[in-house]
């Protein structure tokens, strides 16, 4: 009898073991899949992130916010470069 509790509460601790790892790896899957929150990227470029560049991914259209002054870059397909002052101008 002694036997057979010590292989039952084995085989209890190796079921709530399976039953452990298998949780952790349903919640690292289920968090790797919420980073693409939306259809924007943003990345940052120049010393002290002096800008920061956004990406629509859908289309490619693509931003690059400073400062003072941000540009419209466009898309791969129809490119542009318009800037515009952030700043008002001193009179």
């Known amino acids: 009898m002694n036997r057979e509790k010590l292989i039952g509460s084995i085989a209890g601790l ?4 399976m039953g452990f790892i298998l949780g952790i790896c349903v ?11 939306g259809p924007y ?6 010393a002290n992130d002096a800008a ?11 931003w690059r916010l400073g ?9 791969p397909d129809r490119p542009i470069s318009e800037r515009t002052s952030t700043v008002p101008r001193v009179k």
């Open 67 to 75: 400062r003072s002054d941000f540009y419209d870059f466009g898309t």
């Open 41 to 46: 990227k943003c990345c940052t470029a120049g």
């Open 14 to 17: 190796k079921n709530i073991a």
């Open 52 to 62: 920061v560049f956004v990406v629509d991914t859908r289309d490619g259209h693509t």
């Open 27 to 37: 919640m690292l899957l289920t968090g790797a899949g919420a980073n693409d929150i």
